[in-house]
Each structure stands twice: as structure tokens, then as C-alpha cells.
């Protein structure tokens, strides 16, 4: 079945570091891809989205971009702040479905 | 304008209880998903309603768990004769139409088995 794979956190990062976060699926068809975000003691946010191969989700200085050659949808920030530590979840939505497929999330710490 | 709501926030039952869980989406979504999010592990699908019809029950893990959303608004999950195991975050999301729209997450309910 369609399963998402994420990279093992903590990850720890110094403020203004480069961020990424790896992703890679499985899936048949043609998955959507998305991103979100949990702040401590919060509800689950969509941070961004792809639908299609070579598409590039962004937000808040986020992006990602959807490689189909690589079934990937890597997250990268060119400079995190303390206040992106958070736990950070890949999912998928595949054609024809409608529910999310998550993977385990990647928690990120940003020190001062 | 008002996001999805869940309530209550936190609950703790003792084993063999049955529990009772509603969420209210955002006014106007028409699908309504559940999912369980066990403690370090991202949230896995339970169920999914077109409205009131329940399309997709195939993430319900036994037949103690039953959902329901009768007129097409707010939801409910009953789990049955609770079990350890079913300690986890319950959370709701709802979406505006049923073609791949973005998920709306309510901020849960953690439930508690003792």
C-alpha cells in the first residue's frame, strides 16, 4: 500500500541554519503531496502542497518540490528561527482517495 | 471564522468504558475524516464521510469503534468497551469538497485508558 518514509529527528539546528527535512513515498498513481506542521500543544497546520510532478509547494520561507523520479518532497528552509521548532509530518493523498497517508513526523529543535 | 472544533479535549476512561467523541468542522465542509495519532507516530486514517454517508470505514481497527454523522455536520466516534491500546490523539478533519482539497485539522482529543 502507499506509505510515506521521513527521516528520524530530533533535529537539532542553530538559528539561521539551512533546513531539510527528507521525504520519500510509495505510492501507484499520482499522489498529492503536502507538508504540515505541530506546534507544541497545537492542532495539525498545512504548511504547503504539491499536486504534480516538478510543482514547488512554499510558505513562511518553506518549500518543497515535488520529484517524481525520486518519489521525494524534501523540506528545506535557507534560514530557520526559533519559532519553527515544531514537528513536521509528510503525507499523501492518492488518486482516487481522499484520506492522508502520514509519515512518523521529524521533530525540530532551533537553539538561539 | 470558526476552524474545526473537538471536544473534549482530554478524556480518561477506565478499560471496558465507552467513550464518545464529537467534532464540529468547518461550516460547509463537506467531507469529514478521522484519524488516531499513537503517542510519537503520525496519524493514521479511521474513517471518512461524503456528507452523512460514510465512504470509508476501512481504518477503524475493530468493530468497537463506530463513527456516525447523521445530518451531514458534526461527527461523532464511539469507541466500545475501551482497551488500552486505544489510548491515543483522536483528531477530526474536514475539507470543502471531496476532490483533494486541503485537510483541516481540529487540535484533537487525547484519550486516556486506564
Known amino acids: 500500500g502507499d506509505s510515506v518514509t521521513q527521516m528520524e529527528g530530533p533535529v537539532t539546528l542553530s538559528e539561521e541554519a539551512f533546513l531539510t527535512i527528507n521525504c520519500t513515498y510509495t505510492a501507484t498513481g499520482y499522489p498529492s503531496l503536502f507538508w504540515y506542521v505541530q506546534y507544541p500543544g497545537e492542532g495539525l497546520q498545512l504548511l504547503l502542497k504539491a499536486t504534480k510532478a516538478d510543482d514547488k509547494g512554499s510558505n513562511k520561507g518553506f518549500e518543497a518540490t515535488y520529484r517524481k523520479e525520486t518519489t521525494s518532497f524534501h523540506l528545506e528552509k535557507g534560514s530557520v528561527q526559533v519559532s519553527d521548532s515544531a514537528v513536521y509530518f509528510c503525507a499523501l493523498v492518492n488518486t482516487g482517495f481522499q484520506k492522508l497517508v502520514f509519515g512518523t513526523g521529524t521533530r525540530l529543535l532551533v537553539s538561539p | 471564522g470558526a476552524g474545526v472544533s473537538q471536544s473534549p479535549r482530554y478524556k480518561v476512561a477506565k478499560r471496558g468504558q465507552d467513550v464518545a467523541l464529537r467534532c464540529d468542522p468547518i461550516s460547509g465542509h463537506v467531507s469529514l475524516f478521522w484519524y488516531q495519532q499513537a503517542l510519537g507516530q503520525g496519524p493514521e486514517f479511521l474513517t471518512y464521510?461524503?456528507?452523512?454517508?460514510?465512504?470509508?470505514k476501512s481504518g477503524l481497527p475493530s468493530d468497537r469503534f463506530f463513527a456516525e454523522r447523521p445530518e451531514g455536520s458534526v461527527s461523532t466516534l464511539k469507541i466500545q468497551r475501551t482497551q488500552q491500546e486505544d489510548s491515543a490523539v483522536y483528531l477530526c478533519?474536514?475539507?470543502?469538497?471531496?476532490?483533494?482539497?486541503?485537510?483541516?485539522f481540529g487540535d484533537g482529543t487525547r484519550l486516556s485508558i486506564l
Open positions: 464521510f461524503q456528507n452523512e454517508a460514510q465512504l470509508d
Open positions: 478533519a474536514s475539507s470543502l469538497t471531496e476532490t483533494n482539497q486541503p485537510q483541516h
